[in-house]
Every structure is written in C-alpha cells, then in structure tokens.
C-alpha cells in the first residue's frame, strides 16, 4: 500500500511542476515578455533619465560602466531595480553607494517617478539637495549622506510622507532643523549629523514615535536636551554628540528602554545630577558621555555595574575624581565591558578599588591615561582578555621594571599594545619585557629610563612599534635592531651612539621607519642605515654628522628623509628616479651645495633652507602632482626668476623664498596659490608691482615682502581681501603714494611694517580699527602651520597620539633701533612702523586709542604739530621713536604714566619746555632728546627757567634709590623665588595633571616672560646708567 501512495503522490507532484511552469511561461513570457511572448524592458523615458545621470558625472572608477546607450534593458544596469508590469518596467530601486561619483545629481531622475528606494550615498555629490526628490512622493528609502551636499534642508523634504529612511547625514548642511520632520511620523532611521546644523533640537522630535535610529551629532546645535526625546521608546540608537548644548540630562532618557547605543560625547557643557535612570536602560551596549560632568552622580559604578550587556564605555573628561564612590561589596568580576575609557579626569591610585567591579575577563581594551595614577594594581595583570593598556600622561614615580611585573598574569598571554609615555618612569629597560611575548605596541617614551637597551627587546616575535624616545638610554645601538619585527622604531633623543660593527646585523630587516634624532651618531655619517633594506622613512637630524653622505645612501628609495641640523657637506644628486614617491625631504641647517637637483613631483613637504645652495628654482616645476604644501628654500646663494609654473601649487600653505638672491616679477600663477597662509620673500632683489592675483590668497595671514625693489602704490586690495593678515611687511622697497585706508579694514593685523619707503600724505586716523591693536583679550594669533608628511600616513596602523610637522613665522623686526629675529615669540609683538617715508601732517590723536601696541615707530618723516596728549594711555608701549620729524610743543606729561617705555627717542624736532619728571622718561639717556634746542630739564644739562642753579649729576638721593632698588630686587627676588618655586613644584608634584598644563603653558608663555625680562633689564640698567 504504501508503494502505491508514494508513486501516486510523486505523479501529483510532477504534474503541479508543469502546470507551474506553463503557467510562468504564460504570464510572463519565461519572467520578461507579455502575452505575446515579446520580452518587456524598462520604459525610454527611464532609461534616458539615467544615461543624463551619468553625463552629468565624473566617474573615475568605471562604476557605471555597465550604463550603455545601446543597451536596451536598464533593469541590468548595476544599481537598479525595477519592478514587474504588464504595462512596462519601471525603476523602483536606484543604489549607486561607494561609487566615487562626483558632480551634482541631475535633474533628470524627476523622471523615476515609481522610486521608493534611493541611495546615493558615500560618494561626492556636490551642490544643493535637488528639487524634484520632493515630488518623488512614493519613497520610502532616501539616503544623500557622506557626500558635498550644501544649503539648508528643503521643506519639499516633507512632502514625502511615507519616509520610512531619511539619511542627510555627512555632508555640508546649514540652517536649522524643519519644523516638518515633527510631521513625518512614519520616519524609522534619521540622521542629520555631522553637518553644520544650528539651532537648538526642536521639542517636536518627540513626536516620530516609530524611531529607532536618531542622530543628530557633530553640529553646532544649542539649548538644553530636550525632555520630549524620551518618549521615543522604539529607539535604539541615539546620537547627539559633539555640539554645544547644555544643562541637565533629561531623567526621561530613562524611558528609552530599548535603547542599545547612547552616544553624548562632547555634547556641550552638560551634567548629570542622578544617573538613576541610566539603570532602566537593560540593553545599553555603547555608551559615551566624554566631557560630561559625572560629579554629582556618586552611585554610578553601581548604576554601570548592572548594565550586564554594556561592552563599551567612554567617560573621559568627566570629573570622576570628584566623586564619591559608595559600591555595592556583591560587585563582581561578572562585567560585560570590553572597552574601558576613564581617561583625563585627575583620577588617583585609590580609583582601583571601584574600578575592579567594572573590569572582568572580558575586558580587552583599558584607557586610563591623563590622570594621577602612581602605579597599576596586580590584579589588571590577572584580566586574561586584556590586549591595550593606555597609561600615558600620569605620574607613576615608580621603576619601570616593577610596573611590568604587576602586568605578568595570565595577561602575558594577550596583551599587546602599551603606551606609557610622559609618565615619570624610572629605572631600566629589563629583559622581562620578552615574557610579553604578543606585544606588538610598546610606547614608554619620554620618561626617566636609563642604562641600555635589552637585548631581548629585539626578539619580541610580533613588535611592530616601538617608541623608546626622549629618556636617558645609553651605549651603542645593537646591530640586531636589523633583526627585529618592527616597522617602526623611535630611538630619538637618547644619547645613543651608532652600531659599532654591521658584520652580523641581518640583510632582511623589517624596518620601515626609523627616528634617530638628537642621537649622537656623528661624526660620521652612520652606513650601517643602508642595511636597513626596507626602510622607507629615516630621520638622523641634529645627531651631530659632519661628513659627506655617501652616494649609495641615496639610492634607498625613501618616502621621508630628514638629514636636518647637522653639519653635512657635498651636492645632492638627482633624486626625481631614486625617490620616486617621496613626500618629504628636510636637509635644512647643512653646509649642501651646488644647484637643487631634480626632486620627485610627489613631495608634500621640502625644505632646503640654510644652506649653501645656488643657481636657479626651475625645479620648481617638476613637481607637478599639485601635493606640496611646504616648501621653504630660505637662507641659500639662490639665483634667477620665480617661474611661472605655480598653478598646480592649489594646497601650498607656507611659502618661504627668503634670504636669497632671486630677482624680477611675481609671476601671475602665484594667484593660484589659493591655500597660502604664509608667503616670505624677505631679503631678495624682487621688483615690479604686486600682480593683482595674489589677491586670491584670501587665506594669507603672514606676507612678508620686505627689502625687495618692489614699487607702485601700496594695492588697496590688501586690505579688501587679505582679512585675515595678522604680519604686512613691505619695508624697505619703493613703493610709494599714500597709505591706503582698507589697511584699517585687517581686524587682526598685529604687526604693520611699511618702513623705508617714498609714502607721503597723512597718517591714516582710523588705524585705531587695527582691533588687535586696540582691544585686549585676543589670543595671540596662529602662528605655527600644520602640514602633511609621510610620518602621518606611515603603514597599516595609527598611533595613539598624533604626529605632524608644522612650521613656525619668523620675522625680521626692527626692535629698539636693532633688527631682531622673531619666532615663537612672533604672535605677542604688536608695532606699527612707518619710518624713514616722506609721511606729513600731525600724528593722528585715534593712535593712541591703540592700547595694545608694543612698539610704535614714526621717525625719519616730515610729521610736525604737537605729540598727542593722549599719549600717555598707550601704557603697554615699550618703543616709541619720533625722532627726526618736525613736531613741536611739549613733551606731554601724560608719558610719565607709560611705566613699560624702555626705549624712546624723540630727537632731533622742535620739542620745547621741560621733560615731565617721571622715573622712566629721566632714565633715558640725554641722546634720547638732542636736537631740540627748547628742551630742558633731566637728563639734558640744560636747566629750565627758574630752576635753582645746582650741580648737575648724581646726588646721594640717586645713590640711595639705586641702592634701595638693588636691594628690594635680591630680597623680593630671593624671597619670591623661594616661596614660588617650593609653592609650584609642591603643586605640580603633587597634580599630575596640573604638572601637563604647566608645560602647555609654559611652551606658550616661555617667549611673553621673554620679552618682560628684557624690558626688565633695560629699566635696571637705565636707572644705574650701566
């Protein structure tokens, strides 16, 4: 029987196959034809709108190579869809992502007019958001994200009701959120963020109830969080990090009970009172609150604690130092966090107790640099999952070696990246660092290390990084660094001598990058580097080489070089084929030679200067990739014309041909250079007029042209376009004419320097615009330059901490009738020097509403009426020199209140009566006064009418107030010295963190303490007459 019903049951089943097939065959012409068996496609006037798509694009991958005009059936087409009509096909799907598409989106697809799914997303779509999308009113799928779109969200965005996927996100948008997404209430997945969005985050988005996915994050969005956010219950995700809203988080995120990712970094100056409500979030798995203050939230280790699917937390910056840390003793190692970020929070070592409830086997990845930690607790060496361990920027006053021996546990079995840089180690580099066996990151760089390098360190089978710099390791370097796994090794800034013998150092080594500065490899140049087969980036700068370099080094095929303040002589040979790639080359600070050799177009960086080099700078247009964005060949014998081949130079930044030989015009490609922050041609034989393309470097804010043979009048456009110069210099040229008054339009202009030139008229009165000049509390400007070099780009991993090369303004400045170099020091210095001109009329009273000027210069003019009144308000001047102009009248007496002058020169004018009595204006010397024959009074020998006659000179009452000077500087100066430094070094060792702000401050605030001791020394020294 049972045969039977089998046979019958396969014979039903055969039968319904044919019947199915026959019937497919039928309708649908074998699943493309009609009733006639004809094949459909898709309609012409679809078709057509997407091959003007195409036209309208750049298309550099060949992504819609298979979009063919000959080609009937677009449904085949790579991206689209279509659906299946007896009436024809129309295209429902169109999704081109990640093509590298560039160009604006046609209007043409206003034609797809059955489209419910559109993705252009992750390409370079550029211009506004289209009009016609808002007639596609059957979508249901729109994403326009990761692209160049600009402009405000259009309204017709709200027409489209049945958006289930809006997606705008990644691109250049401005304005502020509609009011009709509030309508759109079908919306399942909104993301705005990362544009530039303002505002604040309107109440209503409480009202798309259906939402699972909200992002709003990395905008610049105001006001306070919004309560009406925490009845999205279906939401999943939410974003609103990195704006600047403020106050409270709402408690009413507590309601988010589906919630998995809630991401608040960096949202603006927000805290949290009671995390209370966090504990109702069960499937949280991310959560970021960086810079949000956690100060008064006391039970959060607890509330985090019972999150048991949280797996990623960052909490840095969020004042947990000042918490208090009550815990539940149940607390386990039962935590499902895998990654740990408790970085910059002043934490200390009695953090370990609570932070042992949130560490568990599972932990791979621990962040617990920039705080106040003096040591790691045995049991992070017990977390048999952990693979990072970030310590860097604390103060663990403790020998390295006893450091690693806490780590020895079952984590020697995965750990593989340490950073512990800045971090006041001590002791020795020890053979255990071979028991971690996986490590592949090892950063203790800039700590107290010494004695020599272990050995086994090169024997670390996976290393890939190594980073030992600025300690005070010693001895040779191994000859088996040939032998290590690493690709990058840093070595700089130890007293490190070169390896002594390369007989058995290994012929394969895997070095790609290695950094040797400040290293005392000299005085030969170090061949044993040749070895190194694979190495692609070197830098032997300041190690002290005086030799020539020998000619097989420059067969090695680098990306960067930086041979850099040595003492290296020879001509450098052709390096367009040998480097062939190369982004960076420093020789600078050498004794190189000869002309500059052909060089690879590829460069980002070069620079050349301080040498000995000559002849032409027609290399310039070899290097022709358009990637160079420094190049300084300042400081040379360099020769002939600036060529005109500057237009592929669109992402130069700093351009230095200074100190050099170069003559004729600016050619007029030096507009192209639309990206050019700094352009120095000091001390060359330029000439001609400005071209008036360089007025397209709107970007300039340093242009130094002076002591060139430039000419013409000073170009009004200067000051149209040129908003940003904070340094003009066109001293010592020829220019002539008046001073134009768009000069008065540079808000942050800080040094003017129009010197020793033919410019007549008057001094312009609205000078006192100069805003930088006039008001205080600007931070001084940006004078150092990021730029890209080959370090930053280096291989498949990226450093915790960031590498650029950046460069430093420099100026020639005229400063107490000497010319000095300003460097770092450059962005404090506010003067005006207008000297040695044919200027006339009176000084402009407005100039000394310019209360921030350090140094004002006026001399060697035709000036003449009186020397404003208001002078004296100028109490930050340390210069002023007027000498050698017309002026007359009286010294004003307000001058006695400029406290700061330590150099003034009013000589040789028709200044009359007495010298007001002041400490500073009688310690000038009487060479500050001659030449103005009605002047009297101290320090001139002359006396004033009705002056008793008395002798002239030191009296008993100048001994005693030097004596008394000197003796109130030792004693303050003792005593102050001894209760500051016990005070500061007593804080700083005491606040880790407070040591890191020290030493930020101090690099900037190093040159301004510069200047006031200077100022210092000279009133001491006028006031004894040294």
């Not at 102050?976 to 804080?987: K, L, M, Q, S």
Request: proline share 4%; net charge negative; with cysteine.
């Amino acid at each position: 029987m049972q045969p039977c019903v089998f046979i019958i049951f396969s014979f039903l089943l055969v039968c319904f196959d044919a019947i199915t097939i026959n019937h497919l065959v039928a309708a649908g012409g074998g699943g493309r034809g009609d009733d006639n068996g004809i094949d459909k496609k898709c309609l012409d006037k679809e078709r057509d709108a997407l091959l003007q798509f195409k036209e309208n694009l750049q298309d550099p991958y060949g992504s819609l190579s298979t979009w063919r005009s000959e080609d009937d059936e677009c449904c085949k087409w790579e991206g689209v869809t279509c659906d299946d009509q007896k009436t024809g096909r129309h295209v429902t799907k169109l999704e081109i992502s990640l093509c590298s598409l560039e160009g604006e989106i046609s209007h043409s697809l206003v034609n797809l007019n059955y489209v419910n799914y559109l993705d252009l997303s992750r390409n370079s779509f550029h211009g506004t958001i289209p009009t016609f999308i808002g007639s596609m009113t059957l979508l249901r799928y729109l994403d326009l994200s990761q692209n160049n779109l600009n402009g405000t969200i259009p309204t017709f965005i709200g027409s489209l009701t049945l958006l289930r996927h809006l997606d705008l996100g990644q691109n250049n948008l401005n304005g502020t959120i509609p009011a009709f997404i509030g309508s759109m209430t079908l919306l399942r997945h909104l993301d705005l963020g990362q544009n530039n969005l303002n505002g604040t985050i309107p109440a209503f988005i409480g009202s798309i109830s259906l939402l699972r996915y909200l992002d709003l994050g990395h905008n610049n969005l105001n006001g306070t969080i919004p309560r009406s956010i925490g009845s999205l219950t279906a939401l999943r995700h939410l974003d609103l990090s990195h704006n600047s809203l403020y106050g409270t988080i709402p408690p009413e995120f507590g309601n988010l009970t589906n919630l998995q990712e809630l991401c608040l970094a960096l949202v603006g100056k927000c805290r949290v009172k009671n995390i209370e409500w966090m504990s109702h979030l069960p499937h949280l798995e991310v959560l970021e609150m960086d810079e949000i203050s956690l100060a008064k939230a006391n039970h959060w280790v607890n509330v985090i604690s019972s999150l048991r699917k949280l797996s990623y937390i960052r909490l840095e910056g969020c004042e947990l130092s000042q918490v208090m840390y009550p815990y539940s003793s149940f607390l386990n190692s039962s935590s499902s966090i895998e990654s740990l970020f408790l970085g910059n929070n002043n934490l200390t070592s009695s953090m370990y107790h609570w932070l042992f409830p949130l560490t568990s086997n599972k932990l791979r990845f621990l962040y617990l640099y920039g705080n106040m930690l003096d040591r790691i607790p045995k049991y992070i060496g017990n977390l048999c999952s952990l693979e990072r361990l970030y310590f860097y920027n604390n103060s663990a006053i403790v020998k390295f070696p006893d450091f690693l021996s806490n780590l020895s546990g079952c984590t020697l079995l995965t750990f593989q990246d340490l950073s512990i840089r800045r971090s006041l180690f001590t002791g020795s580099l020890p053979d255990s660092i071979h028991n971690f066996s996986f490590l592949s990151f090892l950063d203790i760089a800039d700590n107290h290390i010494h004695g020599t390098i272990s050995e086994k360190l090169w024997e670390l089978p996976w290393l890939e990084k190594l980073d030992v710099s600025q300690n005070h390791l010693s001895g040779a370097i191994s000859e088996n660094i040939g032998k290590s796994k690493a690709l990058y090794i840093n070595l700089s800034k130890n007293p490190l001598q070169g390896v002594p013998s390369t007989d058995h150092m290994s012929k394969h080594s895997y070095v790609e990058h290695i950094d040797l500065s400040s290293c005392k490899l000299g005085p030969h140049f170090p061949k044993w580097i040749q070895k190194l087969e694979r190495l692609t980036r070197l830098d032997i700068s300041n190690t002290r080489i005086s030799d020539t370099v020998p000619p097989e080094f420059w067969d090695m095929q680098l990306i960067f070089l930086n041979l850099s303040s040595n003492n290296i002589s020879g001509e450098v040979p052709d390096l367009s084929s040998s480097f062939f790639g190369a982004q960076m080359i420093d020789l600078s600070s050498n004794n190189f030679n000869g002309p500059i050799p052909h060089l690879p177009s590829s460069l980002t960086s070069l620079n050349l200067s301080r040498n000995k080099f000559s002849g032409g700078i027609s290399f310039l247009c070899q290097i022709v990739d358009g990637l160079l964005e420094f190049l300084d060949v300042s400081h040379n014998s360099l020769t002939g014309q600036l060529p005109d081949c500057l237009w592929h130079f669109n992402l130069l930044k700093v351009l230095n041909l200074g100190h050099n030989n170069l003559f004729g015009k600016l050619p007029k490609s030096i507009g192209s250079l639309i990206n050019l922050e700094v352009l120095y041609l000091y001390k060359n034989n330029f000439s001609g007029q400005l071209p008036l393309s360089l007025k397209n470097c709107m970007k300039l804010n340093f242009l130094d042209l002076g002591t060139n043979r430039f000419f013409g009048n000073v170009p009004i456009w200067i000051g149209e376009n040129l908003s940003g110069l904070y340094v003009l210099i066109l001293r010592s040229n020829n220019f002539f004419g008046t001073i134009p008054l768009q000069i008065c339009q540079l808000p942050n202009l800080q040094i003017l320097d129009f010197s020793r030139n033919n410019l007549h008229g008057s001094i312009p009165s609205c000078l006192n615009n100069l805003t930088r000049m006039a008001q205080e509390g600007f931070l001084a400007p940006p004078n150092v330059h990021p730029y890209t070099s080959a370090i930053g780009s280096f291989s498949n991993f990226i450093l915790p901490y960031p590498t650029k090369e950046e460069y430093v303004d420099n100026a020639m400045i005229e400063w107490q009738g000497d010319e000095r170099e300003f460097t770092h020091n450059l962005g404090l210095l506010k003067s005006i020097d207008l000297s040695s001109n044919k200027l006339t009329g009176h000084i402009p009273y407005e100039l000394t509403n310019l209360h921030e000027l350090l140094a004002l210069n006026l001399s060697k003019n035709s000036l003449l009426g009186e020397i404003p009144q208001q002078v004296g308000e100028m109490k930050k001047l340390l210069a002023l020199d007027l000498s050698i102009n017309s002026l007359s009248g009286e010294i004003p007496s307000s001058m006695s209140q400029m406290t700061s002058l330590c150099y003034l020169n009013v000589s040789s004018n028709n200044l009359s009566g007495r010298i007001p009595s002041s400490t500073q204006l009688q310690s000038f010397q009487p060479s500050s006064y001659n030449g103005n024959s009605g002047l009297c009074g101290p320090p001139l020998s002359g006396k004033c009418p009705g002056d008793e006659k008395s002798q002239v000179g030191k009296s008993e009452d100048d001994d005693k107030d030097k004596d008394e000077l000197w003796g109130w500087f030792y004693i303050g100066g003792g005593t102050g010295f001894a209760t500051g430094f016990w005070i500061a070094c007593g804080a700083l060792l005491l606040n880790r963190h407070g040591r890191r702000e020290f030493f930020h401050f101090y690099d900037s605030f190093r040159d301004w303490i510069y200047l006031e001791v200077v100022v210092f020394i000279a009133k001491l020294r006028r006031i004894t007459h040294f």
